[in-house]
């Protein structure tokens, strides 16, 4: 299989992974899509080899987070302020479901740090110490920031009146 075809099957695979991290870091569609141009960029320069479909998803994680990362820490960024209205933007076709698109607005008011670990945690999937794998942090700290988040997450869904949906058996 040519090179052209297996990117294309990893765009086709990852793509929307990776945009929904770099969403959920940074708050910005455009920051978020230029993150999604990098990483490919990164998988036809680099070419890499990935030994199972697990350690392929774990490579796209981790070279997203690090793009966020730089992308967050850059000198142009510190200097420049988006629009209000541009800064919470995000595409309807990126969700579902209404309710996922609410909960994604409710995750990007929480600190970058929070959001990463929930996102990895409860839409991706991970272990805790797989996170912290990704993440170059310690378990523990993956499992801190998880509680922690937890709660600012609950908070901030009481603040806004978030009306909770009881199971079909209790109805």
């Not at 040519?2 to 940074?26: C, K, P």
């Not at 680099?46 to 796209?60: G, L």
């Not at 000198?75 to 479901?97: D, G, I, M």
């Not at 272990?127 to 998880?146: G, Y």
Request: neutral net charge.
């Amino acid at each position: 299989m040519d090179t052209n075809r297996q990117v294309e099957q990893l765009f086709e695979r990852y793509s929307d992974m990776v945009y929904r991290i770099a969403i959920s870091y940074g708050n910005h569609v455009q920051m978020a899509e230029d993150i999604v141009q990098e990483v490919f960029l990164r998988v036809l320069r680099h070419s890499p080899s990935f030994q199972n479909p697990e350690h392929e998803k774990a490579w796209f994680v981790r070279v997203t987070i690090n793009c966020c990362k730089s992308t967050l820490s850059s000198a142009w960024l510190k200097r420049v302020q988006p629009f209000a209205e541009n800064a919470r933007e995000l595409s309807a076709e990126t969700f579902c479901h209404e309710e996922e698109q609410e909960l994604y607005e409710t995750l990007g008011k929480l600190p970058a740090k929070y959001r990463i670990v929930l996102y990895l945690r409860y839409f991706e999937e991970y272990q805790v110490n797989e996170i912290a794998a990704m993440l170059h942090i310690l378990p523990n700290t993956v499992s801190k920031r998880l509680a922690r988040a937890k709660k600012m997450l609950k908070q901030e869904l009481s603040v806004t009146d978030y009306v909770t949906v009881k199971p079909k058996a209790e109805l």
